[in-house]
């Protein structure tokens, strides 16, 4: 037999998390109880409440993504490094940064990630993202790395564990996230 506990409302959250709570108000001030994913047929007479945010809602509205080719090992000379980048882009006012390693990009017949690089046998594709509010946003954050002295010392071509002059970048508008 389906049961609610009381609650008339499950609550879905961005973090992939499930709550049951007697109203909305009660659930969006964190008084409601946390499930465990669940069938929502046990739930027959609750209303369903989905609280995750679209990107608008989040503020990510706008995506710098660079894609280059690191010599596989010096990965872990790479990973510091960017590392230390990635702090001086959320110090100067990135929301999120991530760093990605290739674990599944063949060569393609027309383009691909190798190709796009010119990958060499002791590569690896490396791609990375950094997420702002917007193009301005991004705009301003980026002058202020570019004027950091920390940043200028990672960004030297002799210091880089890769070659940066087979790196490209580009700016995207997020056009939805799910």
Known sequence: MPHTFGAKYIIADN???MYLAPNRCFAAHGNALPLQWVDRSEFSDACIVDLRLDPEEVGVKY???FVHPVPTKKLDVYRRSARKFAKLWKEHGALEVTECVAEDVKPGKLTSFPQSVKL?????VVISWVTFKSRAHRDRVMAKLMEDPRAQKLMNPKDMPGDGKRM???GFEVMFKL
Not at 120 to 124: D, G, L, N, S
């Open 120 to 124: 060499k046998r002791t590569e690896t």
């Open 15 to 17: 973090y992939a998390n």
């Open 168 to 170: 490209f970048w580009g």
């Open 63 to 65: 995506v710098t993504s």
